[in-house]
């Protein structure tokens, strides 16, 4: 299977903060990746999928980059409603794999 | 707007089954691969099973492989799991998922799975 080992697993920031979440996969996997959005209670929420494409309603300052084995999840400026936990999955494999989760919280 | 409501979920002891539905709205569900994703509580996410959109290919984490079945009835919108020997550890959220492009677009709302004697 393949391994999705996310950095960090937690962060503090401030709104206005640029935020950078990693995520490496254990063997390449092209550019199928995704990221996701989770709030407490809530499903996920794709934010960004083929690496880089910003799924539709996604605002903006969401944008994700890297393919093979090296991904990054940028939020240009946290805003207030971005402090949540955040997920790669890939789906270069069955199974299909996620990353154990970032937390963005609020410093 | 796309739909999934997903039901099901239920208490069940060790060892006992489980049958999770998922209707299915707001798109052409016989041309979408689907997929179901489970978390358990306070836990991360894990994918548990796939089936493409004809019901030709399925796939399972090994975790639930040999207990676990997913299936869909198109003419209906729905997509199933039948879930057997179930374990403490299957205790979860339940979520039913679109595909999308290797990605998961739409997500239901959950249905809450729990083992315990």
């Known amino acids: 299977d393949i391994q999705m080992t996310q950095s960090p697993s937690s962060v503090s920031a401030s709104v206005g903060d640029r935020v950078t979440i990693t995520c490496r996969a254990s063997q390449g996997i092209s550019s199928r990746l995704a990221w996701y959005q989770q709030k407490p209670g809530k499903a996920p929420k794709l934010l960004i999928y083929a690496a880089s494409s910003l799924q539709s309603g996604v605002p903006s300052r969401f944008s994700g980059s890297g393919s093979g084995t090296d991904f990054t999840l940028t939020i240009s400026s946290l805003q207030p409603e971005d402090f949540a936990s955040y997920f790669c999955?890939?789906?270069?494999?069955?199974?299909?794999?996620f990353g154990q989760g970032t937390k963005v919280e609020i410093k | 707007e796309v739909q999934l409501v997903e039901s099901g979920g239920a208490l069940v002891q060790p060892g006992g089954s489980l049958r999770l539905s998922c209707a299915a709205s707001?798109?052409?569900?016989?041309?979408?691969?689907m997929h179901w994703v489970r978390q358990a509580p306070g836990k991360g996410l894990e994918w548990v099973s796939y089936i493409d959109s004809r019901s030709r290919s399925t796939n399972y984490a090994d975790s639930v492989k040999g207990r676990f079945t997913i299936s869909r009835d198109n003419a209906k919108s729905s997509l199933y799991l039948q879930m057997n020997s179930l374990r403490v550890e299957d205790t979860a959220i339940y979520y039913c998922v679109k595909d999308f492009n290797w990605s998961l677009d739409h997500w239901g709302q959950g249905t809450l799975g729990t083992v315990s004697s």
């Open positions: 707001g798109f052409t569900f016989s041309d979408y691969n």
């Open positions: 999955q890939q789906a270069n494999n069955f199974p299909w794999t």
